[in-house]
């Protein structure tokens, strides 16, 4: 489980807190905007249903508030997809944030499980075992409490295996929230 | 006091654990539907009326003949589009589909897969040569909060609606001849409904909210569950944490709710089946 588990990438841009057109300014906060471009192809309903998402679970973590009438834009683009793209696409947007050094009130990563067709369940599969899985599972976890910031469900599952699957992806998440610093260090070391 | 400051006019009623319309912090708006030809889409193959206390939801089925793709011969297509005209509310403007609308549509198409309500493999008359697309048109007419559920359920109970007429292909011409006067019902195998929840000061947990309240809220959670007890799926989309324990009792109230919806649908439907 680490950024790329195998040759998923995704390049993250953040452009922001910048000024923001009159019509997309909000008084209070930081107007947040998300881009997601697929590899191929123009964006379609699903990149906006995935902007939809990033966008609100980064709502929650970045301190608009302290950026009044401005707008912060992130822009995604996915290199490669060999599975678990959207929580590759999470754990960008994080890196981004922080790399950027806008306030953040905590960290977020992206962990996706996929359930096998016997109850096995498989953490950062890879688009073969996605397809062959019976549901799939991505969950935004946070870092302080370890709580659930976004979840996306394909597939149906019981009760009790959507809570096994987020109990292995809070543990998860500390392997990479170890891997965000490691690399800040790497970063800020030189 | 409300329209100067909405977030504390609200926090004194949650205090109370009741909101400003009189329901309780678990309690949903009085639910309507009419099913068919009663009030609905006549031009359609089986159509909708949804009422969600104010927010009201119409959808439309088509079902229309094309081939199937090259990859899964034998499926047909169910195509799902939510669309929210400048009708309903002054928060969305006229042109092109925004994101809300879109978003909306990738779920609803999400939820007809994951729960396998219908089978694609039904809607296949012949073998890499001819199915059924139905196209599912999802107009809000009146917004006011919990778009998702009343669509889930409009779209549920106009496919209920649906009769697909007889076809056979004809072999020498190779053309289609549909026979209108032969109706079958959809199989429909999985009965998906939606419960909608919003998070207020990473906190307090509503069901069924208003527009004001989805405004004020800081995060939505969207369950939908079928007859078995299974989640279909968990749409969070961001917004405030929620620790594992909040989300169980989310799913259990999603649970309950199910059992409700249902029993209106078979209601209604036993209702309109004499006719």
Known sequence: PCLSPGDTSVLAGLYGPAEAKLSKELPDRAALEVLLRPKVGLPGVLERSREQQLRQTCEAVVLGALHPRTAITLVLQVLSDAGSLLSCCLNAACMALLDAGLP????????????????????????????????????????????????????????EEMQQCLAAAQRAADTVFQFYRDSLRRRYSK | FRTVEPLEYYRRFL????????????????????????????????????????????CGVKAELAAPAVDSAN???????????????????????????????????????????????????ANG??????????????????????????????????????????EETGLSEVNLKQKTPLIIKKHPVATSFAIFDDTLLIVDPTAEEEDLATGTVTIVTDEEGRLCSVHKPGGSPLTGAKLQDCITRAITRHKEVKKLIDKVIKSITPK
């Open chain 1, 104 to 159: 953040l009130c905590s960290l977020f990563c992206g962990v996706t499980c996929a359930l096998g067709p016997d109850g096995a369940i498989t953490l950062d599969p890879t688009a073969r075992q996605e397809q062959e899985a019976r549901a799939v599972l991505t969950f935004a976890i946070d870092s302080r409490e370890r709580k659930v910031l976004m979840t996306t469900t394909k597939g149906s599952c019981s009760v």
């Open chain 2, 15 to 58: 205090k109370e654990n009741c909101r400003p319309d009189g329901r309780e912090l678990g309690e949903f708006r009085a639910t309507t539907v009419n099913i068919g030809n009663t009030g609905s889409i006549t031009t359609a193959d089986g159509s909708a009326l949804v009422k969600l206390g104010n927010t009201t939801v119409i």
């Open chain 2, 75 to 125: 499926k047909g297509y169910i195509v799902p589009n939510v669309e929210l005209p400048s009708l309903c509310s002054e928060r969305f403007r006229s042109g092109p589909p925004g994101e809300e609308a879109q978003a909306a549509s990738q779920f609803i198409a999400d939820v007809i897969e994951n729960s396998q309500m219908i089978v694609k493999e039904d809607l296949c008359i």
């Open chain 2, 129 to 170: 040569k001819l199915a059924w697309v139905l196209y599912c048109d999802i107009i809000c007419l009146d917004y006011d909060g919990n778009l998702l559920d009343a669509s889930v359920f409009a779209l549920l109970a106009a496919l209920k609606n649906v009769q697909l007429p007889a076809v056979l292909i004809n």
